[in-house]
């Protein structure tokens, strides 16, 4: 196993999501983002690792496009009031829908080959290696987000961005997945 290919693997396919992850840095706090997405790519290698093959006979691609919705919903979605000390637990959860339902079909597709026949005592150093680099991007995003031109830019502009670019991401579901193909082929 080439360690080169995993952490260019990891990077690949969340680089669409490393700027979500700057706005959602905005947005919540540093701990609940890395935790929200470390869950999310953990979950993700994990169920890469698990369902191999199995998994894409079960569910065809186009399936997955209805994860699509979520971001839509988020956009649109008003979350613009602040949260009482009761919903503490949303931003981790915030953060882990959007990202399982942005990067959920790139990263089955793309890290399932790559752990294909791995010993289980590799795949937990994967998920170490791949832990890691989670963290690090997410302090490192952190950083850049508070270089002031940056800073100010976010902070003027992210709410609109987020929904934007999350509105975006689930249309760019649909279609990625073969989800609209599949439907129009349907009706």
């Known amino acids: 196993m080439n360690w080169w290919v995993i952490i260019a693997t990891f990077?690949?396919?969340?680089?669409?999501?490393f700027f979500i992850l700057l706005c959602l840095l905005q947005k919540y706090r540093l701990r609940a983002v890395i935790l929200g997405y470390l869950l999310g790519v953990l979950l993700l290698v994990n169920a890469s690792y698990l369902a191999g093959q199995i998994l894409l006979k079960?569910?065809?691609?186009?399936?997955?496009?209805?994860l699509?919705?979520?971001?839509?919903?988020?956009?649109?979605?008003?979350?613009d009031e602040e949260r009482q000390s009761d919903g503490q637990h949303c931003p981790i959860i915030n953060v882990l829908?959007?990202?399982?339902?942005v990067c959920a079909g790139c990263n089955l597709s793309?890290?399932?080959?790559v752990l294909t026949g791995i010993s289980i005592n590799r795949f937990l150093a994967v998920l170490l290696v791949i832990s890691l680099c989670?963290?690090?991007?997410?302090?490192?995003?952190?950083?850049?987000?508070?270089?002031?031109?940056?800073?100010?830019?976010?902070t003027k502009y992210s709410e609109i961005l987020m929904k934007i670019v999350y509105i975006g991401v689930g249309l760019y579901v649909f279609w990625d997945s073969g989800l609209i193909s599949h439907l129009s082929r349907i009706l």
């Open 110 to 113: 793309i890290f399932l080959p």
């Open 11 to 17: 990077i690949a396919v969340n680089l669409d999501f």
């Open 134 to 154: 989670t963290i690090f991007i997410v302090v490192l995003l952190k950083f850049f987000g508070e270089i002031p031109p940056v800073k100010h830019f976010m």
């Open 68 to 79: 699509g919705f979520l971001p839509i919903w988020m956009a649109l979605h008003d979350n």
């Open 97 to 101: 829908i959007t990202y399982l339902s």
């Open 58 to 66: 079960f569910l065809p691609e186009w399936l997955l496009g209805i």
